[in-house]
């Protein structure tokens, strides 16, 4: 049986093309794990700051979940789900997504801050700095925790204009 029959037998059974597009994405987000591991995380090795090492080491799951959050959403599609269930799924599944994001920015974020308040605080002989860091930090996670809920109400047809 030549390639193009396989091809075409998967593209014509709606569940086995579904399910080779959620193993498709399974398999993408383990190469990006793999390569983020193997290859990223030797060439952040190599620089003089800890920070790129850091991000990566703390963002490649949260990247890999969403790459395999966004295989899931395609994979449903050509199953031929009911409208108002697969709006509801398609909505969880955003929103999964939205929260993966935050978390990645407020992972950066905290890495960030740590690394810039540990050079202040070493040029700097008061508690000051010491003691508004952690403030600095929380407020960050706030902030952003709050505009990734602003990005996840529109998904669920929250209307956000009236409430800013």
């Given at each position: 049986?030549?390639?193009?029959?396989?091809?075409?037998?998967?593209?014509?059974?709606?569940?086995?093309?579904?399910?080779?597009?959620?193993?498709?994405?399974?398999?993408?987000?383990?190469?990006?794990?793999?390569?983020?591991?193997?290859?990223?995380?030797?060439?952040?090795?190599?620089?003089?700051?800890?920070?790129?090492?850091?991000?990566?080491?703390?963002?490649?799951?949260?990247?890999?979940?969403?790459?395999?959050?966004?295989?899931?959403?395609?994979?449903?599609?050509?199953?031929?789900?009911?409208?108002?269930?697969?709006?509801?799924?398609?909505?969880i599944i955003s929103s999964?997504i939205i929260i993966g994001?935050?978390?990645?920015?407020?992972?950066?974020?905290?890495?960030?801050?740590?690394?810039?308040?540990?050079?202040?605080?070493?040029?700097?002989?008061?508690?000051?700095?010491?003691?508004?860091?952690?403030?600095?930090?929380?407020?960050?996670?706030?902030?952003?925790?709050?505009?990734?809920?602003?990005?996840?109400?529109?998904?669920?047809?929250?209307?956000?204009?009236?409430?800013?």
């Amino acid at each position: 049986m030549p390639f193009s029959e396989y091809i075409n037998y998967i593209q014509q059974n709606k569940y086995i093309y579904s399910l080779v597009l959620l193993a498709t994405f399974y398999i993408l987000s383990k190469l990006v794990v793999f390569v983020s591991k193997k290859i990223i995380l030797n060439i952040t090795k190599k620089t003089k700051t800890e920070i790129d090492d850091l991000i990566v080491k703390r963002t490649i799951k949260p990247i890999s979940l969403i790459l395999l959050l966004i295989g899931l959403r395609l994979a449903l599609l050509p199953l031929g789900i009911k409208q108002d269930v697969m709006g509801i799924v398609e909505h969880i599944i955003s929103s999964l997504i939205i929260i993966g994001v935050t978390y990645i920015g407020i992972v950066v974020f905290g890495i960030l801050i740590d690394n810039w308040g540990r050079k202040i605080s070493e040029r700097t002989n008061s508690d000051v700095d010491d003691q508004l860091l952690p403030v600095i930090h929380k407020f960050s996670k706030i902030f952003i925790s709050i505009l990734g809920l602003l990005f996840i109400f529109p998904v669920w047809g929250i209307q956000i204009g009236p409430l800013l």
